[in-house]
């Protein structure tokens, strides 16, 4: 009880600081129900540290207490931009879980590195010299594609593996990539498990045009707040702004003030 009244407060503080801090991300965070659950809650859908359906955030009380506030911020900014991106909605259909669940990471933390100055020890990043890509080449691939490798480069060698990494890499070297991975993995983790579990898409989850407008509206609110932040360079790219969506921030603000973030 009183635990998990102190983490939801936690949760609370960092989402205002991050609105303050990166208004654009704390904006689409506000977009999401956050919920604390005890560790009986958080077993029955087997949730061993944070996770997102698109539609709530769901935070394991025992994950959080380990956490600085500065982790706890980035946190809430990690899955928030999984939501976003309609990352459980995209990963529903794929059969290693596991190898999305990295690359979907990957993604995220990418883009969450150019503007937080120090990613929690957590947060994945794959080396893409693995597959023989270029860091540049890597960051410009789509979550799906980064999927594939990792999902290839995780099979035991086989007809089906040979030589389909691109660069001419067959089947050599898999195994110490195969270590990698799994030194990866372990090397973010932060007690029981990493930091990202999954979770399918709720049925009632925003539709990926949901989320696009959201980020629209959230980088204009990020440019009104004077003084405040930055809207980070890949949404530029991403949606190109048009000056229509005029969002009743006041109105959207007065009511988180007043709600309690269940």
Known sequence: GRKMATQQERIRRCLSALLVKFPFYGALALRLEHRVL????????????AA????????????????????LTFLIAHETLHAALSHPLRGSDKDDQEAWNIASDDTVNRLLGKDFERLPKFAVIVDPKAFGISESEWEKMATEAKYLLLAKKKQPSGEESEGQLGKGQGTRGKG?????????????????????????????????????????????????????????AWVDEWVTASGE???PWQKVLRQFVQQRVI
């Open 38 to 49: 005890s560790a009986k809650e958080a077993d029955s859908i087997r949730l061993q540290t």
């Open 52 to 71: 997102t359906d698109g539609k709530r955030i769901f935070y394991r009380a025992q994950f959080l207490q380990r956490m600085s506030d500065q982790d």
């Open 176 to 232: 110490q990539v195969k270590d990698k991975l799994t030194a990866e993995k372990e090397s973010m983790q932060t007690g029981e498990s990493n930091a990202c579990d999954f979770l399918p898409p709720a049925a009632d989850a925003p539709t990926p045009e949901q989320w696009r407008q959201w980020i629209k509206e959230a980088a204009e609110f990020a440019e009104s707040v004077k003084g405040h932040g930055i809207v980070p």
């Open 245 to 247: 969506a005029k969002v």
